[in-house]
């Protein structure tokens, strides 16, 4: 994540917060949808919109935290995550990494 960052490549960036998007949905919906409305707004910055097939896989694998959380909580998760910035998207996706591997090191 903090490659990419530092690469200052934000799609291959966008990319790996669906990733971790999908993760963090795992245990916590809200925060998963949030990442990925992070990763929404990268591509929407660089004009660079998410190829169908990631499309259709990001669905299925995100539908069970959109169902979990209900249209209206699962959109405003996404509208927060587009609201931040890149650094911030980039903390939050940090930090679920960091829960995930049972660590603080990054």
Do not use: K, M, W
Not at 25 to 39: K, N
């Amino acid at each position: 994540i903090i490659a990419f960052g530092n690469l200052d490549d934000p799609y291959d960036l966008a990319e790996v917060l669906e990733d971790v998007a999908v993760i963090a949905a795992s245990t916590d919906p809200d925060q998963g949808l949030e990442l990925l409305g992070g990763a929404d707004r990268l591509r929407a910055d660089i004009g660079a919109a998410r190829p169908a097939a990631r499309e259709a896989e990001l669905a299925e694998e995100l539908s069970a935290a959109r169902q979990g959380l209900g249209p209206e909580a699962a959109a405003a998760a996404v509208e927060r995550g587009g609201s931040r910035d890149q650094a911030g998207v980039v903390a939050l996706a940090l930090a679920v990494c960091a829960a995930h591997a049972g660590t603080t090191s990054a």
